[in-house]
Each structure stands twice: as structure tokens, then as C-alpha cells.
């Protein structure tokens, strides 16, 4: 008898080739078989009418802290998502030395938008070295995990305070290639590092101090591995972005390894940019280069309050450092104050057409629910205030608990999006599940790329997105016996309806530590959810404890943590 066998489905194996009628069955973790299968299984599962495909892969995440207090990346998993890269854009979470966690904390609340109290209530702080945090993660683990070292706290690890001053000396080079080592021994899937972020107090990462030199030393260990560099460009400039791309192209030339950057967006006012960079991502594979621009499928729409600082604000910094470095308190009286409201409204007025636009999403008070669901314009209308004025005054009468959307606000044009999400070059991913909790749902993009682009559009179709998901992530990222239904490959698997996969909507939930609260969206048309050959997700009854993630790719024999598991 079989563990499991999956009955009467169409199997799309990820290849891109053509679905096809089979049953799937699977033993001690891995598929032992994919046809007519005769033999029961101790538990079977009736797909018909249902696609059965490999289990999704999400590059480019930042669950590193919620993987310590939720192994299943809730609600990553029940879309589909098997496999999480979490660790980009310079910051993971080890190597750490202990004097430098709040400094690390700051930077996530910075960059990825992570609540501070999420970190004091829901992390306890027992690791420093690379090892030591996948030993922590792994505790519970449920769904599979490619963790990337970040380039900024390698620096932090060597140079200390120096880290966030100037550019490395030869023995500190040196140094960080040697850690960089260790954390690849212990099982890291690559390097991540970024040319654009910024810290807590608005000065730049550690890792935008590093010169070219430093950056080659590292790729350079990456070669031994044949480990995935991750990038953030300058992705707001063009010319910018080519120059970063053309340096991914020489690294990859000159060490052999694979490249990534993200994001790439496209929207009605860079059409042309997109083209340019797409262009050289072109010229660059004929090289030999491997640089994939990662795209993600979902418009941009981004809802803030002012309670928290909200990197819409970012371009304007007289309303950005009131909302970073002010207390609720001080919040409250700059917009009040006659002289500093009439400042911030000088500041905005160049944006007007984004406050405008703007919808209520939600208010705590009953005078102002009439107001919930209307835009700013309607609002302002209704109160004989400019919507930008009515956007201020509904916050301070909230103290600070109104909360709008501005819906979107690019990567909203489905022929260009489409046609990106299609092209062979590019991959699919820049979800950045986990992060930016309070200013859009990070989940869902997978179904949203089968339920719009899909089946909706029918501008791919089920195959070519499957593959897009799955065997071409995991061949990107090398990660290995994932991303293919095949015999004797690792039984990570998705059931899905290919008439119902979509994402339901963006709903505010408490559940992060420390009372917290965060955006998620639910799986619509997701049946069952395997991760190594354990049940990890139904529609029916939700979460299991039978799923067994594990660290990808690991230097520990992927059979092997099965088999532990």
C-alpha cells in the first residue's frame, strides 16, 4: 500500500508539456509512481475535475521572522507555495551577533515594514551563527526553506559599527568570505544584497558601502557552490538598473552562477524603460549571462495609516520623518498645528491626483463609517474640504486609525504585464511575503496569476504558468529533486481547480505577536497543498502537522531530513 495516492486528476508536471489524465502515488516523501495506479493508498485524495501539479515556489519572500513562531508561512502555504526563499534584499536574520539584533530589527521595520513589537513579543533571540538560525527555523518547520545569507549582515558580522561608514578593507574581504563559506556549508542558497534601501535613521544599508571588489570577492565564493546572487537596483531609473544588470552579467560570466534582481514593474509611465531593461536582459543571455528580472503578478496597491510609517511617504519627507520619528502624540499635533499642517500640504499638493484617488478602507468610530468605502474626492466633497484636507482631519479624528488604499498604482496594464509574466527570461516572483504586512496582502499571487492571467486573459496558458512556478524556479535557484512531477523526485504537490484558483480579498487580521495586525488573503480554489509527501493543507480542514519542510538546498542530504523528519 502506498502513503498516499492521488486519484483521477489531469497532472500538469511542470516540464510545460501538455496536462494529461494519470494517477500520482507517493512513498517515504517521494513519488513512486504517475499513471494507472491499482494499489491503495493509507490516505487518497479524489482530484477530478482538478489540476495535481508540483508545489509552487516563491523566490523572493522575507518570512525569516515569522518562520520562529509559524513554520507554515501562514498563509503562504494554502495558495500552493511549498518552497519559500526568504533572506533578500541584504537582511536575513544570521549570521547575528547579539550587540547588532535591534540594529537588524530596524532595518526590517524600515525596509520590509515590520512591526518593532512583532520582534520584542514574538522572537526569542537564542541564535548567532547561520547554523544555529536554520537549527531554530527548522523546529516545526512545515513548509521548505532556500534561506539566503544578507550581504549587510555579513558586513555587520566583520566590520561592526565600520559595516555602516565605509568600503571594506582586503582583510575584512577576506573575513567575509570566509563567513560567507560557513553559512553556505550550513546550508544558505545564496547571497543576497541591495544598492537602494535604507536603515531606520534614513541612511543607507550596510551593504551599499561595499565596492565592486568586495562584490566580485563574495560572488567568487558563490562559484564554489554554484549559489544564486540576489540584487535590489536602483529599480526607479532606467540607466540605473541596465548599469546593475550589465554587473550581474559580468559576475555571472566570470563566476558561473545564476543572478537575480528584482523588482522589475511596469506601468503606464515606463513602458519604454521596461522595454530597454528587457532588451538587455536579451543581449545579456546571449552572452551566456543568466540575469532573470523577477515580476510579480499583482498590481501594485498600497493601503497605509499614519499610526505606522508608510514608505508611500517616502518621496516627501517633511510627511515621512513626521510618520517615522514622531509619537502618536506629535503626529497629531503636526497636523493639527495650523503652521505645520499647512507645510505638509504644501509638500503634497504636487501629488494631489494620488490623494484624490484614495479610498477609506476602515475607521474605528461610528460618525465617520459613512464614509468607509468612498474615495477622497467623495469624501472631501461631502465635507467641503479638499480630499487631501479630508485625508488629515479624518486621521486626527481617528487619533490616527483611518485607514486608505491607493488601488492601482502601476503594474496594472495586463497586455504589458502579461506579456512580461510570458517572456522566457523572466521570472516570476518579488511576492515579498512576510513583509510590508500593514500596506497590502503579500499572499495570493500565484492564484492571482492563474485566475487573471490565465484563465481570465488567456495570456498563458495552465502549462506554461505552472512551469513558470515551479521547475523553472527551482532550475533558477538549483534547488534540487523540486519543481517536477517525476518518479523518485521529493512529493511536494498542489491540487488546484482550474476553473475556481484565484485569491479572495485583501482582509485585516490580528494575529501577529504583540497584538499585531497584517493583510492576508485567503486561497480560493486550492484543494490540498503536499509538502514532502505529508498532507501540510486542505480547504477542508485547514492546516496539518503531517507536512515536512525542510532546509533547500542545504548541505544535509534532502532524503535524508525526510527520513529525520
Request: aromatic share 8%.
Amino acid at each position: 500500500m502506498y502513503d498516499l495516492v492521488i486519484r483521477n486528476g489531469r497532472v500538469v508536471d511542470g516540464s510545460g508539456m501538455p496536462a494529461y489524465a494519470a494517477d500520482v502515488a507517493v512513498q517515504g516523501g517521494r513519488i513512486a509512481k504517475i499513471g494507472r495506479i491499482e494499489q491503495g493508498g493509507a490516505r487518497e485524495i479524489d482530484a477530478a475535475g482538478k489540476i495535481v501539479a508540483p508545489g509552487f515556489i516563491d523566490p523572493h519572500t522575507h518570512f525569516d521572522a515569522q518562520l520562529l513562531w509559524d513554520g507554515y508561512a501562514k498563509p503562504a502555504l494554502s495558495h500552493g507555495v511549498t518552497t519559500i526563499v526568504s533572506g533578500n534584499c541584504s537582511l536575513s536574520l544570521a549570521p547575528l551577533k547579539a550587540e547588532h539584533r535591534m540594529k537588524l530589527v530596524g532595518m526590517f521595520n524600515q525596509i520590509e515594514e515590520m512591526p518593532l513589537k512583532a520582534f520584542r513579543e514574538g522572537v526569542v533571540w537564542d541564535w548567532e551563527s547561520f547554523s544555529e538560525y536554520l537549527a531554530r527555523i527548522r523546529k516545526g518547520l512545515a513548509i521548505n526553506v532556500g534561506q539566503l545569507v544578507g550581504h549587510s549582515v555579513l558586513r555587520l558580522w566583520v566590520m561592526g559599527e565600520a559595516a555602516m561608514e565605509r568600503t571594506a578593507t582586503p582583510d575584512e574581504i577576506a573575513a567575509m568570505q570566509d563567513l560567507l563559506r560557513e553559512c553556505l556549508d550550513a546550508g544558505a542558497i545564496g547571497l543576497s544584497t541591495s544598492y537602494v534601501d535604507m536603515d531606520e535613521t534614513l541612511k543607507p544599508v550596510p551593504s551599499r558601502y561595499a565596492d565592486a571588489g568586495e562584490v566580485d570577492a563574495l560572488a567568487s565564493v558563490l562559484s564554489e557552490y554554484g549559489r544564486v546572487l540576489q540584487i535590489v537596483p536602483e529599480f526607479y531609473d532606467p540607466d540605473l538598473t541596465i548599469a546593475r544588470l550589465d554587473q550581474l552579467a559580468e559576475l555571472s560570466l566570470k563566476h558561473s552562477i545564476p543572478t537575480t534582481f528584482s523588482p522589475l514593474f511596469v506601468s503606464a509611465d515606463n513602458v519604454d524603460a521596461v522595454e530597454r531593461v528587457m532588451a538587455r536582459v536579451d543581449e545579456q543571455f546571449a552572452r551566456g549571462a543568466r540575469v532573470w528580472p523577477q515580476v510579480q503578478t499583482r498590481p501594485i496597491d498600497i493601503s497605509f495609516t499614519f499610526a505606522v510609517p508608510s514608505l508611500i511617504f517616502i518621496r516627501l519627507p517633511g510627511w515621512y520623518n513626521v510618520m517615522r520619528f514622531g509619537s502618536p502624540d506629535e503626529i497629531v499635533e503636526a497636523f493639527s498645528n495650523p503652521e505645520s499642517r499647512a507645510r505638509l500640504i504644501a509638500e503634497a499638493t504636487s501629488q494631489m491626483p494620488l490623494w484624490a484617488a484614495l479610498r477609506l478602507r476602515q475607521v474605528a468610530s461610528a460618525a465617520n463609517q459613512q464614509y468607509v468605502g468612498k474615495t477622497l474626492t467623495e469624501i472631501g466633497q461631502m465635507r467641503g474640504v479638499t480630499p487631501l484636507k479630508a485625508m488629515i482631519d479624518l486621521s486626527v479624528e481617528e487619533r490616527l486609525d483611518a485607514h486608505f488604499i491607493a488601488e492601482g498604482m502601476g503594474h496594472n496594464q495586463d497586455d504589458k504585464v502579461g506579456g512580461l509574466l510570458k517572456h522566457p527570461r523572466v521570472h516570476i516572483g518579488a511576492s515579498d511575503g512576510g513583509a510590508h504586512i500593514l500596506s497590502f496582502s503579500t499572499y495570493g499571487d500565484t492564484g492571482y496569476l492563474f485566475g487573471h492571467f490565465v484563465r481570465g486573459a488567456g495570456m498563458l496558458t495552465i502549462e506554461e504558468a505552472v512551469k513558470k512556478v515551479t521547475s523553472d524556479t527551482a532550475a533558477i535557484w538549483g534547488i534540487p529533486d523540486r519543481g517536477l512531477l517525476q518518479k523518485g523526485l521529493v512529493a511536494d504537490i498542489v491540487v488546484f481547480d482550474p476553473a475556481a484558483i484565484d485569491r479572495g480579498e485583501e482582509v485585516f487580521v490580528q494575529d501577529v505577536p504583540g497584538d499585531g495586525s497584517r493583510y492576508v488573503r485567503d486561497a480560493h480554489g486550492v484543494d490540498t497543498v503536499i509538502v514532502g509527501g505529508g498532507v501540510a493543507w486542505t480547504a477542508a480542514e485547514g492546516y496539518s502537522a503531517d507536512a515536512r519542510g525542510v532546509i533547500v538546498p542545504g548541505a544535509v542530504d534532502v532524503a535524508a531530513e525526510l527520513v529525520a523528519a
